[in-house]
């Protein structure tokens, strides 16, 4: 199969008149013409396909509930341009979470849609203080011990956790998973010299900044401010304008460059849903205009899909459209390792998608393979 696109997004930068030929789930060459009878796909702009390393559910399905909910949103997020995700859990009990993360290795196993990376723990760990939407009678202090029970024979799977660097015993399982999974500071109220001290120990990640952490002041400049100024850390952002206005993503990006950012979903099982009542863990989620909250108020994830948070940072969050396409692909792939992936360059993966003027998906293909037509 070759692809023509009138420009083409590298992983880096947008290049034009640069067809690409796919041939056993991979980019085989770039520059080519088409061979005699080969299938010619056309469209206006080809990227590498979106990565969500942040995403709790999606369509009415949540990763909490298991193998089949998480299989679901494999084949449902092709359409919001996804080719690769990483469900994400909320605290709750050890069993419960356990389970959880059993379902997503099984999901791991099957290429049915978008590829299953692994599991993001967004909990137990965490700060109660700063806790959000997460159920405050599931945190738990940072412990080594806890982290094996639930991960037991399981470990290959997780692939990003989120933790309170300032809480006690924290320290401690920073430096123990050393080298394993990407360790995210979020749901924290640590101070910007604790943030700092948990980035030398192996933190490389803020979990939804700005979000579920203390503010930044001239004073105290908490967390974001240690995120944003401490070169090892790539930041997540919402980029649905309801977390976050669009001047602070614009902060964000300011600070970070193009290379530091990540666009996430933060979604609960209600995107790509219409208003209602839903559920995120435990708690009971009520949708009002795409809004989704706690019935005392609080955001309780998102609604937000990729291809969204993508078209909202280059035009409301002033970033443009190669450094959104980066902040959607390339930088969540680098952040778990992942060099074959987020980026189109021969020998990597055929994850793309293919976009029209208006920035909507029009295909997606998983190892050379459509996964979604409009």
């Known amino acids: 199969m070759l692809i023509r696109p009138e420009k083409l997004f590298d992983g880096t930068r947008l290049r034009r008149g640069l067809a690409l030929r796919v041939e056993n789930g991979r980019v085989s060459g770039l520059g080519v013409s088409p061979l005699p009878g080969e299938e010619v796909l056309t469209c206006h702009l080809l990227s590498p396909g979106f990565i969500d390393i942040h995403i709790h559910g999606c369509m009415g399905h949540d990763t909490m509930h298991g193998e089949a909910h998480v299989g679901f949103m494999a084949q449902a997020l092709p359409r919001f341009g996804v080719t690769a995700f990483v469900p994400t859990t909320m605290a709750a009990s050890l069993e419960d979470t356990r389970s959880a993360l059993s379902g997503v290795c099984r999901a791991m ?24 939407a997460q159920p405050s009678q599931f945190i738990l202090p940072p412990s080594l011990a806890d982290y094996r029970r639930i991960v037991q024979g399981m470990e290959h799977a997780v692939r990003l956790m989120t933790i ?11 430096q123990a998973l050393s080298g394993g999974p990407a360790l995210c500071a ?35 400049p908490g967390v974001p401010g240690a995120a944003l100024t401490l ?21 964000a990006w300011s600070c970070k460059g193009p290379q530091g950012c990540i666009l996430i979903t933060d979604a609960m099982e209600a995107a790509g849903m219409p208003d209602g009542q839903y559920t995120l863990g435990a708690n009971q989620v009520f949708v009002k205009d795409g809004e989704a909250r706690l019935a005392q108020g609080n955001l309780a994830g998102s609604t937000l899909t990729m291809d969204r948070a993508m078209r909202n940072m280059a035009g409301p969050a002033g970033a443009g459209l190669a450094r959104a396409l980066r902040m959607a692909t390339r930088n969540p792939a680098d952040s778990l390792g992942l060099s074959s992936m987020g980026r189109i360059a021969v020998g990597a993966a055929a994850d793309l998608v293919l976009l029209d003027p208006d920035l909507q998906v029009e295909r997606t293909l998983v190892q050379g393979r459509t996964v979604y037509r409009r």
């Open 186 to 220: 979020g749901h924290t109220d640590a101070s910007c010299e604790q943030m700092a001290r948990a980035v030398h120990l192996g933190v490389s990640q803020a979990t939804h900044l700005f979000n579920g952490m203390n503010a930044f002041s001239h004073r105290a």
């Open 109 to 132: 196993e099957r290429l049915e849609g978008a590829r299953v990376l692994g599991c993001h723990l967004e909990g137990p760990f965490l700060n109660p203080a700063r806790k959000g």
């Open 164 to 174: 309170a660097p300032e809480m006690p015993g924290a320290e401690d399982l920073i």
């Open 231 to 251: 070169k090892q850390v790539r930041v997540q952002l919402i980029a649905d304008l309801l977390h976050l206005h669009p001047t602070a993503l614009k902060l």
